[in-house]
């Protein structure tokens, strides 16, 4: 990589019908604990973590399309230059560069690709 660093991973977005269980679940038997969530007019979102372990528990009624594993999310230090280098080498995104200013303290910018298995993954900066 040469213009954009990979911190680790953001986080796994998991796509589940029962968020208050899987908030339970995950706070009684794995010990983790809400870093975020937010209560779209359409869905909701719930971020727990343990140490460097984050969670994003999506909740959906209709047919999980891609799976239970909605994205596996990137971090990255600069999204705009990670995401033109990642263009400049035929990766094709689904989405623009994206601002979620409701996402952690301060928002995060994204954007969503597939991977080669059609995975779906997400650069992501956190603001």
């Known amino acids: 990589m040469e213009n954009f660093s990979v911190l680790g991973f953001g986080h796994v977005g998991i796509s589940v019908r029962d ?3 899987s908030r339970r679940f995950y706070e009684e038997m794995l010990g983790f604990k809400v870093v975020w969530e937010y209560h779209f007019p359409d869905r909701e979102l719930l971020f727990m973590g343990n140490g460097s372990v984050v969670v994003e528990f999506l909740q959906t009624d209709s047919a999980l399309a891609d799976g ?5 999310s990137i971090l990255v230090d600069d999204v705009e230059k990670a995401k033109a280098e990642l263009e400049s080498k035929g990766v094709v995104f689904e989405t623009e560069l994206l601002l979620d200013e409701d996402l952690y303290p301060r928002g995060e910018k994204f954007a969503i690709f597939r ?4 995975e779906r993954l997400q650069l ?3 603001l």
């Not at 239970?68 to 596996?72: D, E, Q, R, S």
């Not at 991977?115 to 059609?118: H, I, L, R, S, T």
């Open 19 to 21: 968020i208050a269980r």
């Open 68 to 72: 239970p594993l909605n994205h596996l």
């Open 115 to 118: 991977g080669p298995d059609n």
């Open 124 to 126: 992501e900066q956190i």
